[in-house]
């Protein structure tokens, strides 16, 4: 009598239930953590959020001074970060353009396809459109636009 193989359908099936439940089970742990870690990063950043609602008018002006404050000094590190990223881009390109030069390669830009007749035919209209020009032009009389002495 040969022997059956361990896995049977029954015990596969049962297998792949146990598995997608476990993978459920540390997909939610990892969700649980990864909204734990962000919770603490606010905190850290923007502190532990005001009660507004019980605060006096003088408590709620120093609270709006001190956002006011904090977000002055973000902007202010902002900008910085933003020019530094600037600074390093066009270090970045600078630095290409002179590997680029060192290894004597350089990158030729993707050309457009230029049909040789257009580019006659559009010599050939603007020429047509001068001679047509200076034909239609009228003659002018020289005397209406002589100086008369004797009539001033």
Do not use: H
Request: net charge positive.
């Amino acid at each position: 009598k040969s022997k059956k193989g361990f896995m049977t359908p029954e015990r596969k099936k049962k297998l792949r239930l146990l598995l997608r439940k476990k993978a459920a089970e540390e997909l939610k742990k990892e969700q649980e953590r990864k909204a734990q870690e962000r919770r603490k990063v606010i905190d850290e950043r923007c502190g532990q959020p005001k009660d507004l609602d019980n605060a006096s008018e003088d408590d709620l002006v120093a609270i709006c001074k001190e956002y006011q404050g904090r977000i002055f000094s973000l902007e202010g590190d902002k900008w910085d970060l933003e020019r530094g990223v600037k600074i390093r881009i066009l270090e970045i390109n600078e630095l290409n353009i002179a590997v680029n030069d060192l290894r004597g390669k350089f990158i030729k830009p993707t050309l457009k396809k230029v049909s040789k007749y257009e580019n006659k035919f559009a010599k050939l209209q603007k020429k047509a459109a001068e001679f047509n020009f200076r034909n239609q032009l009228k003659t002018v009389k020289k005397k209406e636009f002589t100086m008369e002495d004797d009539e001033a």
